[in-house]
């Protein structure tokens, strides 16, 4: 028996040893994959389900038609990025520009070096030393003088600590228009390998002018690639005024000062964040994973609406809510999401405002506070039609409003309702909107990545 093995392995072995000459036989490129799970996500394998409310609009408005729809498998953050995490995001920033600042003043030292020789490349775009560490308390008073451009001017005056100034830290970050690409008069000629003569793209583009960011939309001439290409700058910071705005005859005063930056909130959902703030986020996370692995990944980036629709069923395709059934209390009669129950009563659920990230049990998929807590940014476009529209196959209404296109394209879906919402915008069907350049306390986000194989 044994001899009959080792006869059977050799031939094996002899034939794939000596493929065919001449003959096609691929790179020998192995089908089997195996893709590492991200930190802190949670695998959602494909499926179907049925898109749309389960239950009639809380404010009498005609609800989107329900649609059998299929998604591809995906990760997703387990709970909402908390203001720790985005911290890391607003180091990082603070840190690049002050890296930038001392390579501009001549600090070559802060520069990237390649095999001895020093980047040829500008200032203003050279590779930046991260192993360097910034001398925040410097001595030297070139140094002093180049990092104390990043602080409040006026924080001696105003009896202040010294500090950063939020409106200082400033991230720009490009996106390709593939919705220019797709129109029919930018076609791409295959056979002569350029776009046709009447090809126009109209992007974004955004710069800095005497410390105020400037958007524009351009329409320019579509000839390479690199002319799909849109850019924005945005302050990073989160709004901390919004307590404030969206209460007025509150106080909610010293949540509005020490919710992002007192350590004992470092584990609750980052709120005041604009959409375009969160696509920020998810473009510096995917530059972050892809300079630490040499293979890189796919871009992390918000869900579509149908991919937070689909995780929240948690693998149950007609749940009202996350955790499937059709109450917001347990058989104990606790409520199950921080939300708003009752009319002034906020705090029957154990939280006044938001709560730690991961308070309540979470769904099938693992994943935490799909309901509740804060509601959550997608990347779709808002329209009330949209399931009319929509493929049934990873659908996503998507518009990629320009800035100078009218607030009502500026509206993006947000899902899974909030500690200030009523129980109806809990259900997973369930959606509302809000315009991409605004921030509220009550939305935050989370982060998904397209899965690479099957």
Same mark, same amino acid.
């Given at each position: 028996m044994k001899k009959n093995l080792i006869i059977i392995s050799l031939t094996i072995l002899f034939v794939a040893c000596n493929k065919p000459a001449g003959e096609l036989t691929g790179l020998g490129t192995k089908d089997k994959f195996f893709e590492p799970q991200p930190y802190g996500m949670v695998f959602i394998k494909r499926g179907s389900f049925m898109m749309g409310a389960n239950d009639q609009s809380a404010i009498g408005a005609i609800n989107d038609k329900s649609i059998n729809v299929t998604v591809d498998a995906f990760w997703m953050d387990e709970t909402e990025i908390t203001n720790d995490k985005y911290k890391q995001f607003v180091g990082w920033v603070r840190d690049s520009i002050a890296l930038r600042q001392l390579v501009i003043a001549?600090?070559?030292?802060?520069?990237?070096?390649?095999?001895?020789?020093?980047?040829?490349?500008?200032?203003?775009?050279?590779?930046?030393?991260?192993?360097?560490?910034?001398?925040?308390?410097?001595?030297?008073?070139?140094?002093?003088?180049?990092?104390?451009?990043?602080?409040?001017?006026?924080?001696?005056? +105003?009896?202040?600590?010294?500090?950063?100034?939020?409106?200082? +830290?400033?991230?720009?970050?490009?996106?390709?228009?593939?919705?220019?690409?797709?129109?029919?008069?930018?076609?791409?000629?295959?056979?002569?390998?350029?776009?046709?003569?009447?090809?126009?793209?109209?992007?974004?583009?955004?710069?800095?002018?005497?410390?105020?960011?400037?958007?524009?939309?351009?329409?320019?001439?579509?000839?390479?690639?690199?002319? +799909?290409?849109?850019?924005?700058?945005?302050?990073?910071?989160?709004?901390?005024?919004?307590?404030?705005?969206?209460y007025q005859y509150s106080y909610n005063d010293p949540k509005m000062r020490m919710y992002f930056s007192a350590p004992g909130y470092s584990s609750y959902p980052v709120v005041g964040v604009t959409w375009e703030q969160c696509q920020a986020f998810c473009q510096w996370r995917t530059q972050l994973f892809n300079g630490a692995?040499?293979?890189?990944?796919?871009?992390?980036?918000?869900?579509?609406?149908?991919?937070?629709?689909?995780?929240?069923?948690?693998?149950r395709k007609m749940a009202l809510y996350p955790w499937g059934g059709n109450y917001v209390r347990?058989?104990?009669?606790?409520? +199950?999401?921080?939300?708003?129950?009752?009319?002034?009563?906020?705090?029957?659920?154990?939280?006044?405002?938001?709560?730690?990230?991961?308070?309540?049990?979470?769904?099938?998929?693992?994943?935490?506070?799909?309901?509740?807590?804060?509601?959550?940014?997608?990347?779709?476009?808002?329209?009330?039609?949209?399931?009319?529209?929509?493929?049934?196959?990873?659908?996503?209404f998507q518009y990629n409003a320009k800035n100078d296109d009218p607030d009502v394209l500026k509206r993006k879906v947000i899902k899974g309702g909030s500690w200030k919402d009523i129980a109806y915008y809990l259900q997973c069907g369930a959606k509302t909107y809000e315009y991409q350049n605004e921030s509220r306390p009550y939305i935050g986000f989370r982060c998904v990545r397209s899965y690479n194989g099957e």
């Open positions: 001549g600090k070559d030292e802060y520069r990237m070096k390649f095999k001895n020789q020093t980047d040829d490349a500008t200032p203003e775009v050279a590779r930046l030393n991260w192993k360097m560490r910034i001398p925040w308390n410097s001595k030297d008073e070139e140094i002093k003088t180049v990092l104390e451009g990043l602080y409040y001017k006026d924080n001696n005056a +105003l009896g202040f600590k010294k500090q950063i100034d939020p409106a200082k +830290l400033q991230y720009k970050y490009e996106w390709l228009n593939y919705d220019q690409a797709a129109l029919p008069r930018n076609k791409y000629n295959v056979n002569t390998g350029a776009y046709p003569k009447n090809a126009t793209a109209r992007i974004d583009t955004s710069y800095v002018e005497n410390g105020v960011i400037i958007n524009k939309t351009v329409e320019k001439k579509l000839t390479t690639r690199r002319d +799909l290409i849109s850019t924005r700058i945005v302050n990073v910071y989160p709004d901390t005024i919004m307590w404030l705005r969206d692995n040499s293979k890189g990944g796919q871009d992390y980036r918000l869900p579509t609406e149908a991919e937070w629709e689909y995780a929240a069923r948690g693998g347990d058989k104990k009669g606790c409520y +199950l999401a921080n939300f708003k129950p009752m009319r002034g009563s906020y705090t029957d659920d154990m939280g006044a405002t938001t709560m730690r990230v991961g308070s309540y049990p979470p769904n099938d998929f693992g994943l935490f506070d799909m309901a509740g807590n804060v509601a959550e940014w997608t990347s779709s476009a808002y329209d009330v039609s949209s399931s009319l529209l929509v493929s049934d196959m990873n659908p996503s």
